[in-house]
């Protein structure tokens, strides 16, 4: 099967996969894409459909919606969301986050909005989970730093490595060799799925793509946290087609 990489940050930030013998198009929808690019007044329902038919202009057959990055774009009740406040932590006033909390306050679900545009349009929705996204992850002054990050030094890729937020971001990572780490995952996955009916759910490990300790990396050994992960996310996934009545998907990007 011949799959071709077309574009992992365009001017949108929107990734594409093509496999081109099967006529598979995927286009990738950043998780603060829609709230960084339309202002506030476009925060709203009909706003969220018109960013999805400014984006899915192509010939795409399936949309990847993305609404987490270390923190939820939306409003999870297992993880933070990025525009929460915290003593520890100075809430930025940038697009993403305070037109999420904007979505939130008029109660847009904007990842409902594209589902159903999505099957409106012949196109297959997908959820797709930043594994270990670490964007300014330990900076006192973005709430991207979760609860969980500040609670548990021991936790982080080099346990307890802290740049305040400068690079490198990778070190202080969340290591999967801990099964806090991975149930911290998972729970999200299962509120996502819980809350939208999809027909498929990506596992996103290449953005970004290290999830365990260099010294793990190093012995080469480490598959197997992963493949323990994988396996929680096979039954996970298993379980709603069973309540759904119908198959979903699971893909994984490495």
Known sequence: MKKILLSAVSLMMLGVLAD???????????????????????????????YFDLVNIGKNTHFFICPNAHTAYYDSKVWDTCYRTDPELETPSIPQIANTKLLMERGVDY???????????GISPWLSQRMNDVHHIGG?????????????????RVPGFDKKGGYPWEPAGLDFQHKAVRDRALILAREMLER???????????????????????????????????????????????????????????
């Open 111 to 121: 990842v409902q909005i594209w589902i159903d545009r999505s099957r409106q349009k």
């Open 20 to 50: 081109l013998e099967r006529g598979v198009l995927i286009l990738n929808q950043d998780p603060t894409e829609f709230q960084a690019r339309m202002p506030a007044e476009k925060m709203t329902e009909e706003g969220a459909k018109e």
């Open 196 to 254: 939208w009916d999809v027909d498929g759910f990506e596992c996103d490990w290449q953005r970004f793509p290290r999830h365990l300790s260099p010294e793990i990396e190093k012995r080469g050994d480490g598959a197997k946290f992963l493949t323990m992960y994988m396996r929680e996310m096979r039954k996970l996934v298993d379980e709603f087609s069973a309540k759904r009545g119908k198959k979903i998907l699971l893909g994984v990007r490495v």
């Open 140 to 156: 006192r002054k973005t709430s991207n730093t979760s609860t969980f990050w500040l609670k548990h030094p021991e936790y982080r």
